[in-house]
């Protein structure tokens, strides 16, 4: 049976942005108590970094996920629901139960939408025929199955052109699959292929520089502008286009990881709060909708010209909470995010790159030596340490 209510915060989303903002206001706010609703129809909350050392079989999946109760901070109310419209000209969300939820100020945090059925074939093919993919908790072992199982030919990797959450993950698997190849003894009977629709193999030059020698080390061929569109799981082929001549050019595989097409949800692309990219559309700095006021945005659903990732979402809440509470309280809103975001791009087991850069695409970096070139401790860093930090730290609202 469906309601009204009214909050003084609504945050659209349960995942690592609206829980990290949440926890990050009620720490800073003591009368938000009770007045915060976080939306979110999803029972399981997911550290979704650690897939790709799943995919590599290196950690087990059951450590990403946890309820989604265990992650809500007290003080915040979830709504296990779904918001399907926007009225920003009323401060007023529409949920799929029917209930009318009224705000005065409103958060979207609400991630990325993974549009698998985009490149066809590939939702019927998934999980079988050599199909796998670390984009999917449902089916991430099956990476690992058919890694674990190569016995030789080509092991394709692609990557679409369209943004991802975190642009590195296409290529951190293959570097591990090329491990594993030459530990089983089946690299010399294999080709890998990166088979990209994006033209680079990273965009910052500092770690695209210590990425080819990778790739020319592991002799991975790479197919850039290559965006796949089809999957025929019978046959083993996978179809891309070539995106400067918009030919097909089909390639035979014996297993392919496919990283999905990703957009932003279509509830937001038919909003008023949406650019005309369809990503919500607020300020770069300051993370406040530039046409609603009242309006903050966070993380992947954004437009922020910046990577996906659960870095840049641990930069962008402590802005987006002093400058949410800056607004609340009539005030300039001084506080900027710089566009910072990271990458630990695993380049094998025990060996990481670990990028850090900022909207200008320079280095922005934590430690005191050089980060493109591939190290254990930051191998260890990405697997022991962030998943701790995460749950401990960021989604309580201490960082």
């Known amino acids: 049976m469906s309601h009204e209510a009214h909050y003084k915060i609504v945050i659209v989303g349960g995942g690592s942005g609206g829980i990290t903002v949440a926890a990050q206001l009620l720490r800073k706010s003591r009368v938000l108590r009770g007045d915060i609703a976080i939306i979110d129809p999803a029972e399981k909350h997911y550290y979704q970094p650690l897939w790709t050392l799943v995919g590599g079989g290196a950690a087990s999946k059951e450590v990403t996920e946890r309820e989604q109760a265990s992650v809500i901070p007290d003080g915040a109310e979830w709504l296990k629901d779904a918001v399907t419209e926007f009225y920003p000209d009323e401060n007023l969300v529409i949920t799929k139960s029917g209930n009318k939820l009224h705000y005065d100020y409103l958060v979207v945090a609400t991630g990325i939408q993974i549009d698998w059925h985009k490149v066809r074939g590939l939702k019927e093919s998934i999980g079988k025929n050599g199909v796998c993919s670390n984009y999917s908790y449902?089916?991430?072992?099956?990476?690992?199955?058919?890694i674990s199982n190569f016995k030789g030919g080509n092991a394709i990797f692609t990557s679409p052109n369209t943004p991802v959450k975190c642009g590195g993950a296409p290529q951190k698997i293959m570097y591990l699959a090329d491990d594993y190849f030459r530990k089983s003894s089946v690299r010399s009977q294999s080709n890998i292929i990166f088979a990209s629709g994006g033209t680079t193999i990273f965009g910052v030059k500092k770690y695209a520089d210590a990425l080819n020698k990778v790739i020319e080390r592991k002799k991975i061929k790479t197919c850039f502008k290559h965006n796949?569109?089809?999957?025929?799981?019978?046959?083993?082929?996978?179809?891309?286009?070539n995106l400067d001549?918009?030919?097909?050019v089909t390639m035979r595989y014996d297993m392919i990881h496919v990283v999905p097409p990703m957009s932003a949800p279509n509830f937001i692309k038919k909003s008023t709060l949406a650019a005309s990219d369809g990503w919500i559309d607020v300020d770069k700095y300051t993370l406040q909708h530039?046409?609603?006021?009242?309006?903050?945005?966070?993380?992947d659903c954004t437009n922020l010209p910046t990577s996906k990732t659960g870095a840049a979402i641990r930069k962008q809440a402590p802005v987006l909470v002093q400058n949410l509470l800056c607004q609340m309280n009539?005030?300039?809103?001084?506080h900027e995010y710089n566009g910072y975001t990271?990458?630990?791009?695993?380049?094998?087991?025990?060996?990481?790159?670990?990028?850090?850069?900022?909207?200008?695409?320079?280095?922005?970096?934590t430690f005191p030596f050089d980060q493109s070139k591939e190290r254990l401790s930051m191998?260890?860093?990405?697997?022991e340490l962030l998943p701790v930090i995460y749950w401990n730290g960021m989604l309580k609202g201490l960082m």
């Not at 796949?228 to 286009?241: H, S, Y």
């Not at 191998?379 to 697997?383: A, G, P, Q, R, V």
């Open 228 to 241: 796949l569109i089809e999957i025929d799981g019978e046959k083993k082929q996978a179809v891309f286009e």
């Open 330 to 334: 009539a005030m300039p809103l001084i």
């Open 138 to 146: 449902d089916f991430v072992e099956s990476t690992w199955e058919n």
């Open 342 to 365: 990271s990458c630990p791009l695993v380049t094998g087991y025990g060996s990481l790159i670990l990028a850090e850069f900022d909207y200008n695409s320079n280095p922005d970096e």
């Open 245 to 248: 001549t918009e030919e097909r």
């Open 379 to 383: 191998y260890l860093l990405k697997k």
């Open 290 to 299: 530039k046409r609603f006021h009242n309006v903050f945005g966070i993380g």
